[in-house]
């Protein structure tokens, strides 16, 4: 039986088809072959509470997630820019995931951003927003290429496909994504 890395793909928009999304559609196909993608929900989890690890009693949609990011070897972040942070249902996900404190699932896994934004700036600041968290969670992130994907509706065809440059370029990042990943194996 041939052992899968597992990358955790986790999408930062809820909306249904929205550009992060096709986007990480996009990067999985990617992948070289030895690995598994597998998208995460974030959309479920509720706002983090630390009542929950006490008298609430932990949320099922909690340890679920967690049990979910622990079976992962690495994780990919593809993420839109609000209001030049991270959506909030990302940073959620972050939270739920790194608690009870000192019991964080992320530590040591390996981690990639691709920000994306219609605009020119092309999710500067949620990308760096999140390599600040990740950072904090003990998570290796890509460091080169970093990925910001601007204007992200003129990439994209009408079947959620990406031009090839744009292809070209996630591949090189998808490639270090496997050299971070390989060396922490």
Known sequence: MINLTKIGIIVGSLRKNSFSK?????????????????FVEIGNLP???QDY???LGTPAEYTSFRNTIKALDAVLFVTPEYNRSIPA??????????RPY?????SGKPAAIISQSPGALAGFGSNHHLRQVLTFLNMPVVQQPEAY???VHELLDENGKLNGETTQFLQSFVNEFDHLIKKYQ
Do not use: C, H, M, R
């Not at 096709?22 to 993608?37: K, R, T």
């Not at 249902?89 to 972050?94: D, F, Q, S």
């Open 22 to 38: 096709q986007i990480a559609d996009n990067v999985v196909s990617l992948l070289p072959a030895g690995y598994e993608a597998e």
């Open 149 to 151: 994907i601007g204007s």
């Open 89 to 98: 249902a990302l940073k959620n996900a972050l939270d739920v995931a790194s």
């Open 47 to 49: 706002l983090f509470n």
């Open 53 to 55: 690890e006490g008298d």
């Open 102 to 106: 000192g019991e964080s699932v992320w």
